[in-house]
């Protein structure tokens, strides 16, 4: 894991560049194997659109969406089952990088895995579907880079960008975690480990 020390991005919200780097490629055959379980992929909004990622989760809880809205439940709608397990590794993953940017105790119940073809972003939103926003976010970047807007705690607020890279983590908790944020278009691009695509790995605490 990378020594960098963790860069601001607002005052409770911190890219570490490189963090998981060292770790992708087994990362990556984890999200396969969960995958193979629970496979990814688009979810609607309530209002019938499709979501541009595709998506999948691990963990004791999944967060969907569908035509009654957006919710974390236990099982996958798509196969009847629980989501699959969520790896010690990504555990462990997720609550150091939260512990470098100062959030001890982070303990993630939610794994959201996104994947971004290109062309496909995700709309400025806020994560708030879960019971205790005294918890982090920490999101874990893998293959094709991406653009990261973050804005304010209102929607019109403006939106730094922010380029986020394979293996970037970026962390926001306390002031910071209601903000909205959101993923420009991807640009078409290339990377050895996942061919023309971007994983996201978001870990949540949602109940
Ligand atoms: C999300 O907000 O759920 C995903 C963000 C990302 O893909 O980096
Ligand atoms: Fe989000």
Wanted: with cysteine.
């Amino acid at each position: 894991m990378s020594q960098e020390p963790p860069r601001m991005i607002g005052p409770h919200s911190f890219l570490l560049k490189g963090f998981a780097s060292a770790e992708a490629a087994s990362l990556l055959v984890d999200i396969t194997s969960i995958g193979t379980q629970s496979p990814l992929r688009h979810m609607t909004t309530r209002r019938g659109y499709q979501l541009a990622a595709q998506m999948t989760n691990c963990g004791q809880l999944g967060w969907v969406s569908d035509s009654k809205g957006y919710r974390y439940q236990t099982d996958d709608p798509l196969t009847g089952q629980a989501w699959p397990a969520m790896p010690t590794s990504f555990l462990l993953l997720a609550k150091s990088a939260a512990q470098h940017c100062g959030f001890d105790n982070f303990i993630p119940d939610v794994c959201l895995i996104n994947r971004y073809y290109p062309r496909a972003g995700m709309s400025l939103h806020q994560d708030k579907d879960e019971k205790d926003f005294s918890q982090p976010i920490v999101s874990v970047s893998l293959g094709i880079p991406a653009v990261f807007l973050f804005g304010g705690l209102r929607r019109s607020d403006t939106t730094t960008a922010t380029l986020l890279e394979h293996g970037d983590v970026v962390v926001w908790g306390d002031e910071d975690r209601l903000r909205f944020h959101g993923i420009a278009p991807l640009k078409l691009a290339h990377h050895p480990l996942t061919g023309q695509c971007r994983f996201n790995l978001t870990f949540r605490r949602a109940h």
